[in-house]
């Protein structure tokens, strides 16, 4: 079978881009407030020529009283028309998940994406969740569209034990 070079350009494009983007975002300080946790690692996806990160958010207040926050950054290779995104957090309970708050929703036009560091994660509003009632297994979901993707895909982080917080 005959793959053209075209493939294999395209693909070490977008390996080289996925290299380039975790070495910008490990720069920055995983235990900042507002910046991904490096207790719970986040989870990475590419859609279309996108690199998505979604995760847990670190909270500015500390434990045991923190909150909770989801966050999903997207930075693609070429320049779109437009690209969006919606991050929410969910919770496990009786084999399903479940939405818990509100979630938070962003788009760029004429865009690369939604830039590096603190300022490119679009998050959740902290909430404090407790366990009353709610599982202990918590998850955040983001669902991205491009221009090229209208449809959107919906991706999700590893689920993460989490019995603490407000």
């Known amino acids: 079978m005959l793959i053209s070079n075209r493939?294999?350009?395209?693909?070490?494009?977008?390996?080289?881009?996925?290299l380039l983007a975790g070495?910008?975002?490990?720069?920055?300080s995983a235990t900042a407030a507002g910046d991904f946790s490096a207790v719970v690692p986040r989870s990475?996806?590419?859609?279309?020529?996108?690199?998505?990160?979604?995760?847990?958010?670190?909270?500015?207040?500390p434990?045991?009283?923190?909150?909770?926050?989801?966050?999903?950054?997207?930075?693609?290779?070429?320049?779109?028309?437009?690209?969006?995104?919606?991050?929410?957090l969910q919770y496990y309970y009786n084999g399903l998940w479940y939405q818990y708050g509100t979630s938070a929703y962003g788009v760029r036009y004429n865009s690369y994406g939604?830039?590096?560091?603190?300022g490119g994660i679009l998050r959740t509003p902290p909430l404090c969740a407790g366990t009353a009632s709610r599982g202990l297994w918590w998850r955040v979901v983001a669902n991205?569209?491009?221009?090229?993707r209208p449809t959107g895909t919906v991706v999700a982080s590893n689920a993460a034990y989490d019995g603490s917080g407000c």
């Open 114 to 118: 939604s830039g590096g560091g603190l």
């Open 44 to 61: 990475t996806w590419i859609i279309d020529d996108c690199w998505v990160e979604v995760g847990v958010v670190w909270d500015s207040v």
């Open 23 to 28: 070495t910008f975002t490990a720069t920055a």
């Open 144 to 148: 991205v569209r491009t221009d090229r």
């Open 63 to 88: 434990y045991p009283n923190y909150r909770k926050i989801g966050g999903v950054r997207l930075n693609c290779g070429s320049l779109h028309g437009w690209i969006d995104a919606s991050v929410a």
């Open 7 to 18: 493939f294999y350009c395209r693909q070490a494009l977008l390996v080289t881009f996925a």
